[in-house]
């Protein structure tokens, strides 16, 4: 598994924008897959979107053009730019990371940040 760190979350008032970040220290490999998902109160985690380390990004089914996923293949770091914020996207925000280990048939691993609180409220 890779360690993420995620950083940007915060209180936000509706109709603003919020920049969120997480790397890797993890060196000297592309992590597969990078990317973000969510949890809202009482609702199960969703996806927010993935990024391969190819560039090739999937989004979830509830995220619109506001949530922009940005990823910087060579250092191990994902981006989530969020713009037009409403109540509605009050969450924890979790960087996702899933690589495949060649080594002793580890196979795919999937490692998650500890969470970001963002909060848009007026």
């Known amino acids: 598994q890779v360690q993420l760190m995620e950083s940007g979350g915060g209180l936000v008032q509706p109709g603003g924008s919020l920049k969120l970040s997480c790397t890797s220290p993890?060196?000297?490999?592309?992590?597969?897959?990078m990317g973000w998902y969510r949890q809202a109160p009482g609702k199960q985690r969703e996806l927010v979107a993935t990024?391969?380390?190819?560039?090739?990004?999937e989004h979830g089914d509830s995220v619109k053009d506001r949530f922009i996923a940005s990823r910087d293949g060579i250092k191990n770091s994902v981006t989530l730019t969020i713009h037009n914020l409403t109540p509605e996207d009050t969450a924890v925000y979790y960087c996702?990371?899933?690589?495949?280990?060649?080594?002793?048939?580890?196979?795919?691993?999937?490692?998650w940040g500890q969470g970001t609180q963002v909060t848009v409220s007026s």
């Open positions: 996702y990371g899933r690589h495949y280990y060649t080594a002793n048939n580890m196979g795919w691993k999937d490692s």
């Open positions: 993890e060196r000297g490999f592309s992590i597969n897959y």
């Open positions: 990024i391969t380390s190819g560039g090739s990004i």
